[in-house]
């Protein structure tokens, strides 16, 4: 799923849409909002593609977005106590800045 189809973002405690999120970038861009979107989409594939290959995306006053890999295992359902095996996977993991931290807390 890339960033671009996220159902909900976080702004300012309120949760916005895409829609929303695009219409607010392109204001405070001075932008359209199609040609917003489109840079958004592109960022997106961009990053996507960047983190499919392992890398790591550091964005210096926001923070880090890396791929880990969840390794296989056992879990137990505790209405019927059957053990399942649940594969392995990766995930996609964000860890904050200072900055953004800092900012966020104000």
């Known amino acids: 799923m890339l960033f671009a ?7 300012d405690s309120i949760a916005m849409n895409n829609k929303e999120f695009i219409t607010e970038l392109a204001r405070r861009t001075d932008s359209t909002a199609k040609d ?3 840079t ?3 960022l997106t594939e961009v990053m996507a593609d960047i983190l499919d290959e392992g890398d790591v995306i550091t ?3 926001f923070g880090n977005f ?5 390794m296989e295992r056992i879990i137990v359902n505790p209405a019927t106590k059957q053990r399942q095996l649940i594969p392995p996977k990766i995930t996609v993991s964000f860890k904050p800045s200072a900055v953004l931290k800092d900012k966020i807390k104000k």
């Open 5 to 11: 189809e996220c159902p909900v973002i976080f702004i």
């Open 36 to 38: 917003t979107q489109q």
């Open 40 to 42: 958004v989409e592109r």
């Open 59 to 61: 964005i210096q006053g």
């Open 66 to 70: 890396e791929t880990k890999k969840k």
